[in-house]
């Protein structure tokens, strides 16, 4: 270093101060990458983004650092971590309160709210039986069990053998079994005949012995 110096003849005290000078350089440019590096850590998730913005500050002395500075991330990622946990406790606090936000013009509105009072749009509809508000998503009021028109869903008849039918299986089944049950209902009661059987001719005793 002394040589190149000495070319544009530096010698003496100024050849100190010249080579103090471009130590100080030396040591600012290996500073801003470690400041470039230890920065993009704190901001950055991508384990590439990283190793490029250290890279590029390592090879562009002081330009590397400043093209970083400028398309880095405005916060760290503790920060945005903080902001998000926030957030997300802010909206718990307003559902525990039974407030939400009116989904038209994003002001803060009670849940019981039939109307927005900011914009005036609708919320919820109320329920015909005892007036309190209905969810959008309920399909009948859970207050006072009434239907709500066009959304409740019809009843379908419910296709089954009575009950004293059942209960007539299961005394069959307790007393005779599954098999004799079984037995039993293959039986075509309808052909059976109301008549009752022909007696059954006896033998007529032997009148030679």
Not at 85 to 109: F, G, K, T
Request: negative net charge; hydrophobic residues 45%.
């Amino acid at each position: 270093m002394t040589f190149l110096l000495a070319i544009f003849g530096l010698d003496g005290l100024f050849n100190m101060v010249a080579q103090l000078i471009v130590l100080a350089a030396i040591v600012i440019w290996l500073a801003l990458v470690w400041y470039t590096f230890t920065d993009a850590r704190r901001r950055l998730e991508d384990k590439m983004l990283i190793r490029s913005a250290t890279v590029a500050a390592l090879i562009f002395p002081l330009v590397g650092t400043v093209v970083y500075v400028i398309v880095r991330p405005p916060e760290y990622i503790e920060d945005r971590i903080e902001r998000e946990l926030e957030m997300e406790a802010a909206a718990a606090r307003l559902a525990s309160a039974d407030y939400q936000a009116c989904p038209h013009c994003e002001e803060i509105v009670g849940g019981q709210f039939l109307r927005c009072p900011h914009c005036m749009r609708k919320l919820r509809d109320a329920c015909v039986g005892c007036g309190k508000p209905l969810d959008p998503d309920w399909l009948l009021c859970p207050y006072c069990e009434s239907e709500i028109e066009g959304v409740t869903p019809a009843r379908k008849p419910r296709l089954g053998r009575s009950r004293e039918v059942v209960e007539e299986e299961v005394e069959l089944t307790e007393e005779y079994g599954d098999e004799e049950v079984a037995e039993f209902e293959e039986l075509d009661l309808d052909t059976v005949s109301d008549e009752p059987p022909a007696p059954l001719a006896l033998d007529e005793p032997d009148e030679t012995r």
